[in-house]
C-alpha cells in the first residue's frame, strides 16, 4: 500500500471493532476499491492504562505503544489514529517517537467545544478514573474557556460499573445505567457531556433515542480520519 493510516486499537477490542463500525456507517462507497486502505494493530495485550495513571508500580502502557509505533513507521502510514481517550495520557511520548502525525482526540474535542458552546457553559466529563485523575479534558476544557464537571465518587463508580463491567466484560450496551449517568451530569447543569471514553462511544452508538447533549471523541476522530484519508489517498 502506498497511501493508507494505521490505527492503533485493542484498547479494548470492542472499543476499536465499534471504531471500525462507525468508519463504515459514515463512509460508504459505492465499490471495494473506493474504499480507504488503513492497517489496524489490535494490541490487546496492552497493560490497561488507567491502573498505570492511578498507580505508576503497575506496568506502563507506553512501553507496549512505543513499540507499535516503533514497528509501523517504518512502513510509512499517512498518518496513526488511536481510539483510546486515555491512551491520550502518553501522546506527546508517542508523537515524538516518530515523524507521522498522530491524531489528538483531545484537539478534535477542544475545537467542537468552541465551535458549539458559548463561552463558561459547564462541560461533563464521562470517562475513566484514569483519564479523569489525568486531567487530561480537565486541563483542555479550562484552557477553551469553560467549566469542567467532573464525576463525584459515586457518579464515576457508575462511570467504572459501565466501562469495565458492562462493556469490557460482558460487551454490553448497558443503556439504562448510561442514560442515568448523563442525567447526573444535566441534574449538574452541564451545556454538554464529553464521552471521553471509547467504551462508553461504543454505548452511545447502541442508543437508538440520544436525547442528551454530548460531545463523542470517539465520533469525532471517525469524522477526522475519513476527512485526512480522503486527503491522502487522493495522492
Known amino acids: 500500500m502506498k497511501h493508507f ?14 471504531f471500525l463500525v462507525e468508519l463504515n456507517r459514515h463512509f460508504h462507497p459505492d465499490r471495494d476499491q473506493a474504499y480507504f486502505d488503513y492497517l489496524l494493530v489490535n494490541h490487546a495485550t496492552i497493560p490497561d ?13 507506553a512501553e507496549a505503544l512505543l513499540e507499535d509505533i516503533k514497528q509501523i513507521t517504518p512502513l510509512r502510514p499517512d498518518f496513526f489514529v488511536m481510539p483510546c481517550n486515555t491512551a491520550h495520557y502518553f501522546f506527546d511520548e508517542l508523537q515524538q517517537a516518530t515523524d507521522i502525525p498522530l ?3 483531545l484537539t478534535l474535542v477542544a475545537d467542537e467545544l468552541k465551535r458549539t458552546l458559548p463561552a463558561g457553559a459547564k462541560v461533563g466529563l464521562f470517562a475513566t478514573k484514569g483519564t479523569v485523575r489525568s486531567k487530561l479534558y480537565a486541563d483542555l476544557v479550562t484552557k477553551a474557556g469553560f467549566e469542567i464537571v467532573e464525576p463525584g465518587e459515586d457518579l464515576q ?11 469490557k ?12 449517568i448523563l442525567e447526573e451530569f444535566k ?17 452511545n452508538s447502541h442508543d437508538p433515542i440520544r436525547q442528551y447533549p454530548i460531545i463523542d471523541a470517539e465520533k469525532l476522530l471517525v469524522k477526522e480520519t475519513i476527512r ?7 495522492k
Open 187 to 203: 441534574a449538574l447543569s452541564v451545556a454538554t457531556t464529553i464521552l471521553g471514553c471509547t467504551e462508553v462511544s461504543y454505548v
Open 103 to 105: 491524531v489528538s482526540m
Open 49 to 61: 492504562r488507567t491502573d498505570y495513571i492511578l498507580d505508576h508500580s503497575n506496568p506502563n502502557p
Open 169 to 180: 466484560e460482558h460487551s454490553q450496551a448497558n443503556l439504562k445505567l448510561y442514560e442515568e
Open 5 to 18: 493510516f494505521a490505527i492503533l486499537g485493542g484498547m479494548g477490542t470492542l472499543a476499536t471493532t465499534n
Open 228 to 234: 485526512l484519508a480522503h486527503i491522502t489517498q487522493k
Open 157 to 167: 463508580q457508575a462511570i467504572t460499573s459501565l466501562i469495565y463491567d458492562d462493556v
